[in-house]
Each structure stands twice: as structure tokens, then as C-alpha cells.
């Protein structure tokens, strides 16, 4: 008996090791079979979904003219602020100090006698042949001023001598930091017991309104889009909590590259929208152009889809997309008529594999 049940558990073993293999056959057979959509464009209104980010339109970084210790409160991001608003206040003794000295030098220079005059014996038997009318004055000017040149040279203070005031006088008046711009304050580098650094960022002031940003369109579409700009069809949109709010197009600008960056801005009176916060925007042009619909499984990240080539092998596209709608996914560019994308590439899948399409 015993060998008799050796022998089936080796059948049944094989019979698994078959099976299993039978199945790994079937399955990599299967997985190398793929559906595909064929790539056929068709002409619709042209419609755009990216998301993007705003930023100011006028904004303004604070550095003080002055450095030292912060005297008082500092606004908090979030503070709105008018033009020349008080900001903070620096302490600037250290600069009323050195004023005072630079003055009080000034002073002494200004009170210092004059050099005495020179008198030498030569000097003085001048003197006594001027008054003998031995010598002319013109004659007495110069043997005094030849003795004079003889003599060493003694400094006497002036006026040029004394110290440049008005640097300090400017840092003592920067004391007091205002706002140049009326806005909201978003951003803040120093604390009210910290310090102040001449002309290094104290705080950032921006106003909310209106707030700008770009998108990029593929170079093609630029002319389309240069005359929709004005048809009243063509809609630029925000989306922010169920709500749209509406945009205009300031400028289409070349990157140099093979997209243009078109250039809007937003009003904001509410202050709805906020800057770096990402929002969907929706640009919709009655012009029509070509555009791909492909199933939104088709897409392996990044934009990049798989195509089957002539010869069944697997090769990638980069494409562009215009916009999702659920598992529509409707692309601009990129894709040539004709080719077929891979419906829902399989994990295991690679560029150069090669596959079967299932009819």
C-alpha cells in the first residue's frame, strides 16, 4: 500500500505542476493580447482645462533703510494695510548717538582759534623798514609770506573737515517703517523682538486684486485663439466651490519653445481667490479644431499613452491634453490619424514588447 500511495500523490503533484503551467501559458498569452481605439480626430468647439495658480498684480517687498532692535508690534500675514499705514518702528539711538558726536565735532571745529600769526626776526626788521619807507608794502607781502612758507605747517580746522551728517540724519528718519502699497500682508520675516537689517526683507505687502497667471497652449492653437479672443462665445473661468468666476485674456506671449504662455488676470473684490492656491480654469473658444477622444484608462501617467505600431511592437506618445470629462479624455495633440493607443495597458507592459490585437 505504502508505495501505491507514493505514486498517487507524484500524479497528483504532476497534475498541479500541468495545470498551473497551463494556466501561466494562458495568461501571459491573454496578456499579451490588447484592445485599442483607433485614432480618429473630430472637430468640435475647442475647450481647455489646466489647473493653475494666480499671483498678484501689484505687490511690494518692505526692507527698512535702517537696522536695529523692533520697538512695538509687527503685522501678522493676513493684516490689511493702506498706503503709508504705520508698519513698525525700529530703535535708532544708536544713530541719534553718533549724530550727536558728528554734530559736537563739527562744533568744535567751528569754535577752534585760528593759527596765530607767524613773526620772525626777519619778519620784524621788515616791519621797521616799512616804517622807514625803506621797503614798499608790495615788498613787506612778500618777504612775510616767504617766511611764512619756512615754517612748518600747523592744522587749523574748517568747515570741510567736519563730518557727513546726513547718511545717519536719513537712518534716524527711517524709524518709522510704512507700507508703499495698500494690499494685504503675505508674507512676514521679522518678529517684534527680533531685528531689523538695512535693506534685507522685512515683510511683503500685495493687493488681491486683481491677481494674474498663465497657461501654456501648444503653438498651433495660438492664432485660434488670437481671434476668438474678442468673439463673446469665448469664456475664461475659475472654478472655486461650485462657483465661476470670469477672467480676461491680457496677452499671448512665445516661450520660445513649442508652447505660448497666455497671460490672464482675475478681479477680486471678495478676495475669493487667493495667490498660490492651485484652480481649475476652463478656456472655451467657439473656433473649432480637431480633438481626440480617448478613454481616460489609456493614459499610463504624465500624459503618455501606448501605442501598437505596424509591426505590433509597443512604443510610447507624449500627448496634450485639453481636458478630462469622467473617463473621456479628449487630447489636442500629439497623436498622429490612424494609430492605434492602447485602450488599458496592463502593468507588465513595455515599450518594444510585442502584442496581438484582439478584434
Do not use: C
Not at 534716524?172 to 535693506?199: L, R
Amino acid at each position: 500500500m505504502q508505495p501505491r500511495k507514493k505514486l498517487w500523490w507524484g500524479l497528483g503533484a504532476l497534475l498541479i505542476l500541468l495545470i498551473l503551467g497551463l494556466g501561466s501559458w494562458w495568461y501571459m498569452a491573454r496578456s499579451k493580447s490588447v484592445d485599442v481605439v483607433i485614432v480618429k480626430p473630430v472637430t468640435e468647439p475647442l475647450m481647455i482645462t489646466r489647473d493653475v495658480t494666480l499671483a498678484p498684480l501689484y505687490s511690494a517687498t518692505v526692507s527698512p533703510a535702517a537696522s536695529g532692535p523692533i520697538l512695538g508690534p509687527v503685522p501678522t500675514v493676513g493684516t490689511n494695510v493702506s498706503v503709508n499705514d504705520h508698519l513698525f518702528t525700529i530703535d535708532v539711538s544708536p544713530y541719534e548717538a553718533q549724530l550727536a558726536r558728528a554734530r559736537n565735532a563739527t562744533s568744535e571745529a567751528s569754535a577752534a582759534p585760528a593759527a596765530p600769526p607767524v613773526n620772525t626776526p626777519v619778519i620784524t626788521e621788515a616791519q621797521q623798514l616799512l616804517q622807514q619807507g625803506i621797503i614798499t608794502q608790495a615788498e613787506y607781502a612778500k618777504i612775510v609770506a616767504r617766511e611764512q612758507a619756512k615754517q612748518p605747517s600747523v592744522y587749523t580746522p574748517s568747515a570741510t573737515a567736519a563730518p557727513d551728517t546726513s547718511t545717519i540724519e536719513r537712518q534716524i528718519a527711517a524709524a518709522n517703517v510704512t507700507a508703499p502699497v495698500a494690499g494685504k500682508v503675505t508674507a512676514v520675516y521679522v518678529t517684534a523682538d527680533g531685528v531689523a537689517v538695512q535693506d534685507r526683507p522685512a515683510l511683503v505687502i500685495a493687493s488681491l486684486s486683481p491677481l494674474v497667471g498663465e497657461m501654456p497652449l501648444p503653438n498651433a492653437l495660438t492664432e485660434a485663439v488670437q481671434q476668438a479672443r474678442t468673439a463673446p462665445e469665448t469664456t475664461l473661468t475659475l472654478r472655486v466651490n461650485g462657483h465661476d468666476y470670469f477672467g480676461e485674456m491680457t496677452a499671448l506671449s512665445p516661450t520660445g519653445g513649442d508652447v505660448t504662455a497666455l497671460k490672464f488676470r482675475f478681479d477680486n473684490p471678495g478676495e475669493v481667490l487667493q495667490p498660490a492656491t492651485p484652480y481649475p480654469l476652463t478656456l472655451k473658444l467657439p473656433t473649432k479644431v480637431p480633438l481626440i477622444h480617448l478613454p481616460r484608462s489609456s493614459n499610463i501617467g504624465d500624459d503618455t499613452v501606448y501605442i501598437v505600431t505596424a509591426d505590433g511592437l509597443i512604443d510610447a506618445r507624449h500627448v496634450t491634453t485639453a481636458y478630462v470629462d469622467g473617463d473621456d479624455w479628449v487630447v489636442l495633440a500629439g497623436l498622429a490619424v490612424g494609430e492605434r493607443v492602447i485602450a488599458a495597458p496592463a502593468p507588465h507592459l513595455e515599450i518594444g514588447m510585442h502584442v496581438d490585437v484582439r478584434a
